[in-house]
Each structure stands twice: as C-alpha cells, then as structure tokens.
C-alpha cells in the first residue's frame, strides 16, 4: 500500500513536473491559433491565419532564412572543429588534455550575457558585428563544446582493438576513419550536429549583440516584435521555433534508441557479422 502510495506520489510529481516545462509552450500554441489580432488566452476561435503570416511575410521570412542559414554553418564548422578536438582529447597522448577539455568546455558555464558580451567586444574589434561571419564565429564558441561532450562520450565507447585490427589488415589511418570510426560513432555525431543546430536556432543572445542593419535572426526579431508590436503573429513564430526544435528533439532520441536513420550506413563489419 505504500509502495503503490508513492509510485502514485512519483507520478503526480512527474506530471506537475512536465506540465510545468510544457505549459508555456502550450499555451503559446494556442495563442497563436486564435482569430482576433489581439493576443488572447483562451482564444474567442480558432484559425492558422497567423501561421500563414509568418509564413509569407518577408518582415518574418528574412530574419528566419537568416537563422537557418547561420544554424546551419554553425552546424557544419562546429561539429568538425568538435569532432576534431575530441580525437584530440580521446585519442591523442597529449599532455595536460584533461585541463584542455577543461577549457574547451568552458563556455557551457559560463554565464551567457558574460560570455555574450565578450564576443561582442570582440567581433567589433575585429569589425565582424552585424555580419555572417561573426554571428557564425560567436555562436560556434557555445556549439563546440556539445559537439565535444557527445562526441568525446561516443569514442571512449569504441573499442581502439577495431581500429587497430583494420589497420593490420591494411587500411589506411583515413579508411578506417572513415569506415569504421566515423560508423561506430554515428549515433553521438548526429546528435553533436543537431545540439550545435540548435544552440545557434535558439540563441537571442548572442545574436543581440552582434545584431546589424542587414543581420536579424528570427530569435531577435521575435523578441523585438514582442515588445514594440505584440500580436498572435508572436505565439506563431514562436511556434515555428519550436516545431524546428521538436523535430531535432526527436531525431536525437529516434538516433539515441537506436532507430535506423536514413543515409547512415552500417559499419561493413556489423553487416559481415549479421551474414
């Protein structure tokens, strides 16, 4: 009886827990969904005029082509300057590594209008502010070190043994990176990649700072919008950021439970061994 006392205490508390962290964005929802041009909870109807706003409007349009294409160049620069660094901090002997991953990890704590502001002072100094190129540059500094954690994680979990038997059998350092290292660590690099998407999708941040006449992210301009011009059109942007963060979500945990993932090909020998 009192077993089942607190597994029924347990689940109350997991679910105030949960609605807790999703409410707002329920809400948000919602709000997005009603009719009239006021921002209203609940809603007098209900209709997706709002989304189609957003969706055709340049003024929402251009600040979300921005973040896409900044995301996606952070994606890409960050999880290759990330994969880089954990062989260096996994593999390499190199000394004082530990002190290293110290560092490079050091901008997941430290507080974001700190680490915010410095890179602002930098980009100025080196005339990147309001441009591609710094916004790009900032935000891989706090993407980097997500690529590193779950990459790093994925390769203490591969047996060096595989690696070194490719070899002996005459494969190239570059081959069995390519056919058995980069593989066997393909669940922790797909979701590397989409942390270091998301850390520069959601960003306002960093992205205030380094913000420009011609370099708006939809983060940004949201945020503007919402306390110059409120509107359901708002809850609607907002609901575009999370869908995209949702859907990245759930990639990462379809990757994490082991859920085949289109264009990711099996290691030759799990294939050879399945035979």
Partial sequence: MVKRAGMIALAILVAGEVLFL???TIITVII???????????PAGFSVVWYKLVATSSQWTVPALTSLVAATLVMVIGTTI??????????SGVRFRSAAASLLL???????MLISLGLALVMTSLRLAGTM???????GVT???????????????????????AQSLGATPGRTLLHITVPLMRRGLIAAAMFAFLASWDD????????GPSLTTLPVFLLGQASQ???PAIAAAAGYLSFVALLVFALVVSVGMGIPTAGVARPRAEQNGRQ
């Fill in 22 to 24: 999703l409410g707002p």
């Fill in 32 to 42: 997005s969904l009603g009719k009239s041009p006021l921002v209203q909870f609940p």
């Fill in 82 to 91: 990330g994969v880089a660094a954990s062989f260096a901090i996994v593999r």
């Fill in 106 to 112: 050091l901008p997941l704590i430290t507080p974001a």
């Fill in 133 to 139: 190129e710094g916004l790009v540059i900032a935000q």
């Fill in 143 to 165: 993407a980097v070190p997500y690529v590193i954690v779950n990459c790093s994680i994925s390769l203490r979990n591969i047996d060096p043994s595989v690696e070194w038997a």
């Fill in 204 to 211: 306002a941040i960093i992205a205030l700072f380094l913000n």
């Fill in 229 to 231: 011009n409120p509107s």
